[in-house]
């Protein structure tokens, strides 16, 4: 599965101008020192769950406009960190969070921020696709009714937009009353970015958006994230090397709660600083 | 090795199919036994009457059709016997028609030949004879060595009463005469002239012994209309005459020594003649033939509610003769009644049902009928000479459909009603079986448990399941446990002698509370929603915020107490009972529905809240997750996502409690007071189906009509359930394919 160097594909990597990176940090602990505007600052980040902390300090920034890509071993803290983005953790019980997440330069942890608006503007797309047991259009405009739209052409228009932008409108345009769950698993999860697409977020983040998804429905998810791209800010959590090189501008690379390495996606693949994230990469990992 | 697993595997396969199999078929012919064991015990409510033939010979002893006064057979349809015109019974064998004994009751030639003979009582037979002597006797049936414990008994006729007439015989047209255990013997005459003469004497013993005659005498003259047929009760307290033109008129003979009329009514159309009167067993109803063949059956209502006295009225139309009715024939037993026209044709009717039960009728014409005591047997003489005999299977002549379901006219009532009161001390009395009372006490007490229990089991899951954190939630499942286990009867006895008292008590405190309660929960909820993200409510832990609420309720509970006294005195003059008694006519029992909605509530909460709250946590978290993802609150992922997925199991427990609230029987037993009214007012008790069975089923005796009735309601009971879980099934299936998840 995480084998990238032998099994390059011609699926060529994205070659992005790389606007002036500076340097990488040196420690895992440092604070990078980036000159883009981060959309998304990470400071000093720690999480417990109860007693057991998941997360050690991590610090990390993430550009506007931009694919950034988290990848480690398993049970490192990828889907932790990225829940802490929205706020996910909230509704896990005994949660403790300490140091800031910043969005646009505001605390999203703060008491002025309110959740429910907070995860209106960061959405989500699962591992496993989870569309809502009702028909195709009422799962994407499901977000635009809770946040009180009701006016009904401007639902359609902004569910066809939705569609479209997930690039499965030509597939369920004549079926869009026909429950959800007959879609295919891969027609499913660009469901589910339809829906997240819908309420006009600003952040994407996607935990494995394709582990549970064909090669065939992984490659039209790729480059729908192509497509999306200057669009949104998106973090995108990965088990597939390949993936994260082909889709990611920007890429972490995390190790039991630690952000051991972040810089831009080519110098991570090809010129990693750590040894530790050479060994994971090249697949000599444990 | 593998292969030897391989069909191991393959064995304890099939094996355990085979169990599973059988044990499956095993429960499915288990309920189809148990029902249809339940219909059969109530099929026989439904079944025509049976009319068995059971012999036909000739008159005993050369006897010809007009020497025969009457026709009777002794209560195991084995010997018949008739009363001749000379003054004789003749007791012979019903199978084969040979004389087994001949009985001469004119003892000497001074009491002349017999006139005329009609049936008293059971077996009494009240005789005239042309010596203006009328007699009262009874048969005496022989039995065989065989029969009799070794002993044989003779055949014989005892005379119990004896008495003389007071006018020349030759102005006696008919007489009638009763007797009673208290020595009161009446004996009226019709005279030539068309007048009644009443003679009434009263024998009364005093404590020494000594007796002392009491005589009466009374003419009734000025009759309206030429006595056509006439009639006393058993007591002969009441004397009605059917006259010629089709009056129909009625006496009080209970003022000795003067009769009063009590009313007369056009009992025909046309002025036909009334030709046959005969009480109908229990001594309210008359039976009425008429000359056109109709038959009716009268007793006395309040045509008013104000109406102080109760006037003799029309109940019943049974099923018309195509000519006359000659004579009227009644069962000792139940109201079953036999009629004979004049073409011959015997009906057996029963007046409650109006349902006509049976016609008989044979080649020669029939000229005379018996009816046992017992209402099991149908005898014809015809004018050839000819003895029939039919056994009367008849055990639920009262049983129809539309007694059941509908509106039934019982003697006594003013009006036809729905009553269930299937028991009573006296012999005579009829089984009212309506089931209507008591469909109506089940569904108006499921009706209010349910709006009890519905929301609170529903509000307590979804708070359960997605609101409530870890600590609290195993609290509030672990308690709705121990609620589910505890025995309905300590429930229902809780409710019935703890809790009626108290909300008898304090009705209006409870019925504020009621309304005020939920009431500030909402205004509460609506003014603290603004300040959820003050730092202060932010310490109360998420799923702790009931906690909030107990001040809440509390005030609103002091409220309702405060409240009640002034809100009551202003209201209802300070009373709600008298209040109740006085200007809405209802009464306040006890153990009413207020009592029922809690105890049956409680009982049902439990079923309702597990299952909803199982459906509730069954929605997959990545569902919910989804919804808060894309910014939407606890409450609106609840609401439109986590509540329509669940809604086909939220539903399954409702109807589910709906069904254990039909059924549930120890509580509504114990808390409703088991009066099976028709009020819809709360403030009233109700016997439900369940609870009856229970009520009645020791007092029903094996195979009667109350214990058909018993098992009817059972029969219903199970419709109905199965009805409710197919209904169930096929909503949930339609909520499943709408709302449902994949698997
Ligand atoms: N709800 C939770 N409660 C307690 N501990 C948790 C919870 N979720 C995750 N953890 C722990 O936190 C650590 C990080 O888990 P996380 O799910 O973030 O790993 P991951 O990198 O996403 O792994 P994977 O690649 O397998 O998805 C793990 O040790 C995990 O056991
Ligand atoms: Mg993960």
């Known amino acids: 599965m995480t084998d990238p160097v032998t099994t390059e594909e011609s699926h060529v990597t994205p070659q992005k101008p790389a606007g002036g990176v500076k340097a990488t940090s040196e420690r895992p602990k440092a604070k990078p020192a980036f000159d883009f505007e981060p959309k998304i600052r990470i400071e000093n980040l720690s999480l417990y769950y109860g007693q057991t902390r998941a997360l050690f300090d991590v610090d990390m920034s993430m550009p506007a406009g931009e694919i950034t890509a988290l990848i480690g071993p398993s049970g490192c803290g990828k889907s932790t960190l990225l829940r802490t983005l929205n706020r996910m953790n909230d509704i896990i019980p005994a949660v403790r969070v300490t140091g800031t997440v910043a969005i646009d330069d505001v605390d999203i942890y703060s008491k002025a921020v309110h959740v429910d608006l907070l995860r209106k503007r960061v959405g989500m797309v699962f591992q496993k696709p989870n569309p809502f047991p009702k028909s195709i259009f009422e799962n994407v405009a499901f977000g635009l009714r809770i946040h009180g739209e009701s006016n009904r052409n401007s639902i359609e228009e902004t569910v066809e937009k939705s569609l479209q932008r997930a690039a499965l409108w030509d597939e369920v345009k004549d079926r869009l009353r026909e429950n959800a769950m007959s879609l295919s698993g891969g027609q499913q999860q660009r469901l589910c970015i339809a829906r997240a697409l819908a309420v006009g977020p600003e952040i994407l983040l996607m935990d494995e958006p394709t582990s549970a998804l064909d090669p065939r429905s992984t490659a039209r998810i790729e480059d729908l994230l192509d497509e999306l791209r200057s669009d949104y800010t998106i973090v995108i959590v990965t088990h597939n090397m390949q993936q994260a090189s082909r889709v990611s501008d920007w890429t972490g690379f995390m190790y039991e709660g630690y952000l051991v390495e972040f810089g831009q996606t080519e110098k991570i693949f090809i010129a990693p600083e750590k040894k530790q994230t050479e060994d994971y990469i090249t697949g000599r990992f444990g | ?138 048969p005496d049936f022989g039995l065989s060595e065989a029969e009799n414990h070794g002993v044989a008994k003779p055949y014989a ?168 009715v000659t004579s009227i024939l009644t069962s000792r037993r139940n109201k079953s009644l036999v009629s004979l026209g004049k073409d011959g044709s015997i009906h057996l009717d029963y007046p409650t049902s109006e349902q006509h039960l049976l016609s008989l009728s044979r080649a020669e014409r029939v000229v005379k009928t018996g009816y046992t005591a017992r209402g099991d047997g149908i005898l014809a003489l015809t004018e050839a000479n000819r003895i029939c005999v039919w056994r009367i299977d008849n055990p639920h002549p009262e049983i129809s459909l539309s007694t059941l379901f509908g509106k039934v006219w019982y003697e006594g009532y003013d009006a036809p009603e729905y009553t269930w009161q299937s028991s009573a001390s006296t012999d005579d009395f009829e089984p009212k079986i309506s089931l209507v009372p008591l469909l109506y006490g089940s569904i108006k007490g499921t009706f209010y448990a349910m709006l009890y229990a519905i929301p609170l089991a529903l509000f307590g899951a979804v708070y359960t399941s997605h609101f409530a954190q870890g600590r609290i939630r195993n609290v509030i499942k672990s308690t709705v446990e121990t609620m589910a286990a505890i025995p309905s009867v300590v429930i229902g006895f809780l409710a019935a002698l703890w809790l009626a008292p108290i909300i008898e008590r304090y009705t209006v405190t409870f019925l504020l509370g ?56 202003l209201l209802f003059g300070g009373d709600l009972k008298q209040w109740l008694f006085e200007s809405a006519g209802q009464r306040y029992d006890q153990r009413n529905c207020v009592v029922i909605s809690f105890a049956l509530g409680f009982a049902v909460i439990p079923i309702i809240f597990t ?119 096929l909503i949930r299936q339609r909520l499943r394919s709408k709302y449902g998840l994949n698997n």
């Open chain 2, 514 to 569: 009621i309304m005020i309660v939920p009431v500030l929960i909402v205004i509460f909820v609506m003014l603290i929603q603004p300040l959820r993200q003050r730092p202060f409510l932010k310490q109360v832990e998420q799923g702790f915020e009931f906690v909030l609420m107990v001040p809440v309720v509390l005030l609103a509970c002091t409220l309702s107490y405060m409240l009640a006294g002034p809100l009551e005195a």
């Open chain 2, 157 to 324: 006729v005892e005379e119990l009463q004896s008495i003389p007439a007071s006018v020349e015989p030759g102005e006696i047209a008919t007489s009638v005469a009763r007797y009673t255990d208290e020595g009161l013997v009446t004996r009226v005459d019709l005279l030539a002239n068309n007048t009644f003469r009443v003679a009434q004497r009263s024998v009364s013993t005093d404590l020494m012994g000594n007796e002392s005659v009491e005589a009466y005498e009374s003419l009734i003259d000025g009759l309206p209309g030429g006595v056509s047929a006439y009639t006393l009760d058993t007591q002969g307290e009441w004397l009605y005459a059917g006259t010629a033109d089709g009056q129909l008129i009625r006496w009080d003979l209970g003022n000795l020594g003067s009769p009063k009329l009590v009313g007369a009514h056009k009992a025909t159309e046309d002025n036909v003649p009334v030709t046959a009167l005969e009480m109908v067993f229990g001594d309210v109803s008359v039976a009425v033939g008429t000359g056109s063949g109709k038959l009716t059956t009268w007793f006395p209502v309040r045509k008013t509610p104000e109406a102080v006295t109760k006037q003799l009225a029309p109940i019943h139309d049974l099923a018309p003769h195509d000519s006359a």
């Open chain 2, 611 to 729: 299952i909803a709250e199982d459906a509730l946590s069954n929605v997959p978290n990545s569902l919910k997750a989804a919804s808060l993802a894309l910014g939407a609150s606890r409450w609106q992922t609840v609401w439109r996502v986590v509540l329509p997925s669940a809604s086909p199991g939220i539903f399954a427990g409702i109807i589910i409690g709906f069904g254990r609230a039909v059924g549930e029987t120890m509580i509504v037993l114990m808390a409703t007071g088991n009066t099976p009214v028709l009020d819809m007012s709360i403030f009233n008790g109700m016997r439900t189906l369940s609870a009856n069975i229970a009520v009645e089923i020791p007092e029903a005796p094996l195979g009667g009509t109350l214990y058909r009735v018993l098992f009817l309601s059972a029969v219903i009971l199970l419709v109905f359930t199965s009805i409710l879980n197919t209904m169930a099934e």
């Open chain 2, 1 to 138: 090795m593998s292969e030897k697993y391989i069909l191991r595997a393959r064995r304890n396969d099939r094996i355990a199919r085979w169990i599973i199999t059988a044990g499956g078929v095993a429960i499915i012919a288990t309920v189809i036994l148990i029902l249809v064991l339940i219909v059969e015990v109530t099929l026989p409510l439904f079944l025509p009457v049976g009319a068995e033939p059971l012999a036909e010979v000739s008159l005993p002893a050369q006897l010809r059709h007009e020497d025969v006064l009457l026709l009777d057979a002794d209560e195991y349809m084995r010997d018949g016997l008739v009363l001749t015109r000379g003054g004789r019974c003749v007791f012979f064998d019903l199978k084969t028609g040979t004389v087994k004994h001949t009985e001469n009751l004119a003892e000497d030639a001074s009491r002349g030949e017999a006139l005329a003979c009609s049936r008293v009582g059971a077996q009494q037979y009240c005789m005239r004879w042309s010596s203006g002597l009328v007699t009262i006797v009874t």
